[in-house]
């Protein structure tokens, strides 16, 4: 697992499973279930250099849609509606990606 070490595999796995359905993934809700929002910026950020598939820097719209799946593969990937809702709370200068810091904030929020 991509986040050994970091997230225990019980709460991605129950994460996972409340947003089985399509349009049914809260961030916010997923950031909690899995244990994000109480990790030091650090952590999050290594969190985020596995999330960033390209290694760009960013983490992109295209990225974005395999979310889920990169906590636990044969996860369903977001519908577009999930997509643009999660990059929108995440893209604080509106430039169309989410850097670290906004992924960190983010994940506080």
Same mark, same amino acid.
């Given at each position: 697992?991509?986040?050994?070490?970091?997230?225990?595999?019980?709460?991605?796995?129950?994460?996972?499973?409340?947003?089985?359905?399509?349009?049914?993934?809260?961030?916010?809700?997923?950031?909690?279930?899995?244990? %994000? =929002?109480? @990790?030091?910026?650090?952590? *999050?950020?290594?969190?985020?250099?596995?999330?960033?598939?390209? #290694?760009? /820097?960013?983490?992109?719209?295209?990225?974005?849609?395999?979310?889920?799946?990169?906590?636990?593969?044969?996860?369903?990937? %977001? =519908?577009? @509606?999930?997509?643009?809702? *999660?990059?929108?709370?995440?893209?604080?200068?509106?430039?169309? #990606?989410? /850097?670290?810091?906004?992924?960190?904030?983010?994940?506080?929020?």
């Amino acid at each position: 697992m991509a986040f050994a070490g970091i997230l225990e595999k019980e709460d991605i796995e129950t994460a996972i499973e409340t947003c089985q359905a399509p349009d049914t993934f809260d961030h916010k809700a997923f950031f909690a279930q899995v244990g %994000l =929002t109480t @990790k030091p910026a650090e952590e *999050l950020k290594k969190i985020f250099a596995v999330l960033d598939q390209d #290694k760009s /820097g960013y983490i992109e719209e295209t990225e974005l849609k395999f979310f889920l799946q990169n906590f636990q593969a044969g996860a369903r990937v %977001l =519908t577009d @509606k999930e997509n643009k809702t *999660l990059l929108t709370a995440g893209d604080a200068d509106a430039d169309g #990606k989410m /850097g670290p810091d906004e992924f960190v904030a983010l994940v506080k929020s």
